[in-house]
Structure formats: structure tokens, C-alpha cells
């Protein structure tokens, strides 16, 4: 068995075709007529532009308009006249126009690779598929036809450029397996897309494999077997057809409402990073915005950003949703997330530190930028206001005074806003926790962030891997803590959700359901699964669970009996 990247979910069993790279060395020479030189440069960059915007049509029509928009940004990118003037000045100064292709694009793709954030690393992936595109074209190397492959291929290839990906019949490719890519690249993202089985950056394979060897790829494990014996073939031929039936199983979740077993409506949200996942949100079946983490827009530029930026972003995610609910989180930084031009002090606990609501309050003028914007935002569609970690009254009350300030003023400037704009807080401190019954009183709805909840009940760093033992909602501390809050929550009459990952968790799903939670916000991949879960619980069974898991004093046992009862 050989492991590698679970890119892609699923099981394939079939035959393969390597894809064996093509040859693209080239002698660099000097070229004495610089001006036909560039005539042929320029005519490989024409050929170039037209392949890949046949290509954009073609994924755009068999898989995406999103997924087309890895074409469109090649095709973005060579229109750059940064890129293709480097290259003429090479060839100007008497460099081949493979020379200048190579070189060019490796500066870049050294430039981009060495970089933290992975879309800027992603860019050099990029340059690197459009370096051999040009080549190929100037060298006049024909492309592999992945279109003509049989049914119940395997292809295996050192890595799968876009370009490659957009020739695949779905129909006839059960499975990917390449040496390079990670689940953020172009061939893991295609290939999801396409719902084929993939498992990337598997050392060595095409030199394993030859044509026509059997592989079993399981694209949930990042599992490959080479020419496996009958019982482990017969052991995946199950594993896959028990897939295949789950899925069509979730799919009959979709459009559906999230309804318990004996008939309880409850909502089914998802947490959003940026104003674009308000689309995934949609795409799968989502119903409202439970979680939206506003940290992104102060993340990704080096300086604030304006009332106007933010207020744009929440209106794109707002108007996204058509309606739907759109619950925005005040900017929630400190602890594990630097905005290294905020200049915050280094400390000794930043978990415990000068972060969230506590610096929104001390810099009101930030803090006023960020909910005038979200203000703003109200006026095109139903937002509401979401507080990250509250320990005290006093902090909710005075969030509601900055509101109520920011709407005079936007009153008075006569821009129009959702005048009930509610204010909720989210329930993710032991300190929120003991005081749900007050906070109930002050804040219009409550949202459980299970993630620091966690993090703050257990005492446990939630990224320090030598406590990570500790670091469970199945915890007792934490489930009597969730239950308190909910019953203050519904006691007080306020809805209550929970956005940390626990509302996910199938085996946490029936002790919400008794719990009383109103609410399950989950990435949105998840939902149909959190659908399904809730589908099969009545309240009665799910009280009769929670009733003995909360008679068990510890961590394993409720796992335990929690996983006995999914059965
Ligand atoms: C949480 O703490 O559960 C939560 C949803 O917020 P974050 O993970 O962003 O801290
Ligand atoms: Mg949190």
C-alpha cells in the first residue's frame, strides 16, 4: 500500500494509463534576428491565449464556472505585461524564446513558492503549468489526449495541469494518482469537482506502475494499492459500493428542510471565511450564514480596511445569501490570529490576552468602522451582529451602545440600515458560560463556539499538540456546559446555535437535538451529512442518550456509548 494525499473522496478500482512527460528539453542558442524570434514568441503566446480560453469553455460547460476560472487567471496572468515584457527583453538581448520562457517563469515560480500564504504559492503552480504550455507549443510538442482514455481508467501521472484535467471524461476515469499537489491544488480541486477519486503526492508512483497494472485508489484514506490480491479487491469493491450508496443517500437531503425524525424544524447554517464561500454556502444546500468570520478582510492586506471595503465584502455575502440570514462576527483577533499591522504587544497568554471584543472596545474607532459597515450591509438582506468572546454583561452592553451610536449617525447621514439589526454574542468562555442566564437577558441570540468553549473549560491550549488529549467536547465539563447554555438560552427565550466544529459532529448531533439547540451552523461540505444525522433522531431517543452520557464521568465512556448508539 502506498499513501499520499486524500484529495478527492471515493473509491476507484480500474486499469492504468501513466502519462508519461513529455520531452521538453530544448538546445538555448543565440539568435541573431531578434525581431523573428519575437514573431515566433509572440505567435506561441497567441496560440497559447486561444487553447486555454477553448479550454475555459470547456470546463466551464462539462464541470464549472468556477473551476474555468483556473484557465481565466492564465489567461489573466499572460495578458499581464510584466510576464510577456521580461520575456521580449530576453529575447531582445539574443536569447531563444525557450530560453526566455524558462527563465522568466522560474523567477517567478521561485519568487511565489517561497511565500507563507498558499494562493500566493498556488500562483507559482500556475506559472509553472503555463511555462510548460509555451514550451510545448514552441517546440511544437503535442499534448497528451486524456479525452480518449477507456472506461475504468486510473491515470497516473507525475502531476495533472489544468490542461490535462479539462480533457477528462468523467464517465471513463475512476481514479487519479499523482506525485506532486496538495488538496488546495488545481488537480485536487478539478478532480473533486469532477467527483473522481484522487490521492496526490504519492513519492515515486509513475516509476512504480506500468500501463494496464490494476490500482485501487481511495481518495477518502489517501490509500493506493498496485495490482492488490482478490481479498483486498473484494474488501474495496464493498468499501465502494458502501460510498456510492452514502452519497445518493446525502443527495436525497438536498432542497430538503432539516427536520428531526418525529418532525422538529431546526435551522442548518454554515461558517463562511470570505464573501465567495457565501456561494459554496448555497451550493450546498446551506441555509443561512451562521458564522461569518470577518478576521479575513483585516488578514489579507497590510493595512485596515476601510468602511467601505468591509461594507462591500458583507453586502457580497449579504446579497449572496437572497434573504437567507447572515450572521457577521466583529473582527475576533489576538490569541492565535496576528495582524502584524495592528502592532499588538508579543504576550505572555495571548489566549487570555488583549484580543477580540477586549481590543474592539479599547479601539472603538476600528470597531465603529467595522459595525457601521456591517450596518450598512443590513439595509440588503437579514444580518445580524455576532460578538466574540464575551465574559461579562458589561462587555454586550456596551457593544449595543457603540450600535445604537453608529445607527444615529448613519440616521443622520440618511443611509438606510435594518433599524431591528439584532445583536447576539457568541458562548465561548467558561465565563459566558456560568453567566448564560444574565447574558441571555442582554444579547437578542446566542451562537456556542465549542472550538475555545473547549479551549476555556478544559484549561487546554487548543493548538498544543501535548494536551491535545484533553481538548474534547465530549469532555463532561464541556457537554454540562453546552446543555446550561442552551437551557439559559431557551429559558430566556432567545435562539440559540452553535458555529464551533462540534455542531458537525455526528456523534454530538443527538445530544444537541436534546439539548434543545435551535440552530447547527457547519462548514459547508458538511450539511447534508448534519441533515441526514439530524433526520434520524427523535427527541425522546436523543433525550434518552443524553440522559445516560451524562450520567458517565468520562471522555472515553461518552465516546463510547455515543458511538454505540450511531450504530
Ligand atoms: C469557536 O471558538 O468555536 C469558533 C467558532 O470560533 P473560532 O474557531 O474562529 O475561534
Ligand atoms: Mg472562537
Known amino acids: 500500500m502506498y499513501k499520499g494525499i486524500e484529495a478527492s473522496r471515493g473509491i476507484g478500482i480500474g486499469s492504468i494509463c501513466l502519462i508519461v512527460e513529455r520531452d521538453l528539453s530544448f538546445e538555448s542558442k543565440h539568435i541573431d534576428d531578434t525581431e523573428a524570434e519575437k514573431a515566433r514568441f509572440n505567435a506561441a503566446i497567441e496560440k ?13 460547460k462539462n464541470i464549472g464556472p468556477k473551476e474555468a476560472e483556473i484557465m481565466e487567471g492564465h489567461l489573466a496572468m499572460i495578458a499581464d505585461p510584466t510576464m510577456a515584457g521580461e520575456m521580449n527583453k530576453m529575447i531582445d538581448a539574443g536569447q531563444c524564446a525557450e530560453a526566455a520562457v524558462t ?3 522560474d523567477m517567478f515560480i521561485g519568487m511565489f513558492s517561497k511565500m507563507e500564504d498558499d494562493m ?8 509553472s503549468d503555463i511555462k510548460i504550455s509555451l514550451l510545448k507549443i514552441l517546440l511544437g510538442v503535442e499534448d497528451v489526449d486524456i479525452s480518449k482514455v477507456a472506461p475504468g481508467t486510473v491515470l497516473v501521472a507525475h502531476d495533472l495541469t489544468p490542461s490535462m484535467t479539462s ?5 471513463n476515469v475512476v481514479g487519479i494518482i499523482t506525485e506532486v499537489g496538495g488538496k488546495t491544488s488545481h488537480s485536487a480541486i478539478l478532480a473533486r469537482a469532477l467527483e473522481i477519486p484522487a490521492v496526490l503526492s504519492v513519492p515515486g508512483i509513475t516509476e512504480i506502475v506500468k500501463d494496464k497494472d490494476t490500482a485501487i485508489v481511495d481518495g477518502t484514506e489517501g490509500d493506493v494499492y498496485i495490482n492488490p490480491d482478490g481479498e483486498v479487491v473484494s474488501k474495496y469493491v464493498i468499501k465502494r459500493e458502501e460510498f456510492i450508496r452514502a452519497q445518493a443517500e446525502l443527495k436525497n437531503f438536498f432542497g430538503k428542510e432539516t427536520v428531526t425524525a418525529d418532525g422538529n424544524k431546526v435551522e442548518l447554517f454554515c461558517n463562511i ?5 457565501a456561494k459554496k454556502a448555497i451550493e450546498c444546500d446551506g441555509e443561512g450564514i451562521g458564522l461569518f468570520r470577518s478576521e479575513f478582510l483585516f488578514m489579507d492586506k497590510p493595512h485596515l480596511p476601510t468602511e467601505d471595503e468591509q461594507f462591500e465584502a458583507y453586502k457580497e455575502a449579504v446579497e449572496t445569501m437572497g434573504g437567507r440570514t447572515v450572521i457577521i462576527r466583529t473582527l475576533d483577533i489576538g490569541g492565535d490570529k496576528d495582524i502584524p499591522y495592528l502592532g499588538l504587544e508579543k504576550e505572555e497568554n495571548p489566549f487570555l490576552g488583549y484580543r477580540a471584543v477586549r481590543y474592539c472596545l479599547a479601539n472603538t474607532d476600528i470597531y465603529k468602522t ?13 444580518v445580524k451582529i455576532m460578538v466574540p468572546l464575551v465574559t461579562c454583561v458589561d462587555e454586550v452592553r456596551a457593544v449595543k451602545a457603540l450600535v445604537e451610536e453608529c445607527k444615529n449617525e448613519l440616521k443622520s447621514e440618511g443611509v438606510s440600515f435594518d433599524d431591528k439589526i439584532e445583536v447576539g454574542c457568541m458562548v465561548e468562555t467558561a465565563a459566558a458560560s456560568l453567566i448564560a442566564d444574565m447574558l441571555a437577558k442582554e444579547a437578542d441570540f446566542f451562537s456556542i463556539g465549542t472550538n475555545d468553549l473547549t479551549q476555556y473549560t478544559m484549561s487546554v491550549d487548543r493548538g498544543n499538540a501535548n494536551v491535545a488529549y484533553l481538548y474534547s467536547a465530549f469532555q463532561p465539563a464541556v457537554l454540562r456546559s453546552i446543555k446550561n447554555i442552551i437551557a439559559a438560552g431557551n429559558a430566556a427565550g432567545i435562539p440559540v446555535g452553535m458555529c464551533g466544529e462540534a455542531a458537525a459532529d455526528p456523534l454530538m448531533i443527538p445530544l444537541l437535538m436534546s439539548f434543545g439547540l435551535d440552530e447547527y451552523s457547519v462548514n459547508p461540505v458538511l450539511v447534508l451529512t448534519a441533515r441526514s444525522i439530524i433526520s434520524k433522531w427523535t427527541k425522546a431517543e436523543a433525550d434518552a442518550l443524553a440522559e445516560k452520557v451524562l450520567s458517565l464521568s468520562t471522555e472515553k465512556e461518552i465516546v463510547a456509548a455515543l458511538k454505540e448508539a450511531a450504530k
Open 273 to 277: 471565511g470570505t464573501p465567495k464561500d
Open 103 to 105: 527563465a522568466v517563469c
Open 48 to 60: 497559447f491565449k486561444a487553447e486555454t480560453a477553448e479550454m475555459a469553455e470547456n470546463i466551464r
Open 370 to 382: 467595522q459595525l457601521r459597515g456591517i450596518i450598512r450591509a443590513s439595509a440588503f438582506g437579514k
Open 120 to 127: 500566493m504559492r498556488q500562483r507559482a503552480s500556475d506559472i
Open 167 to 171: 480533457q477528462i471524461v468523467k464517465e
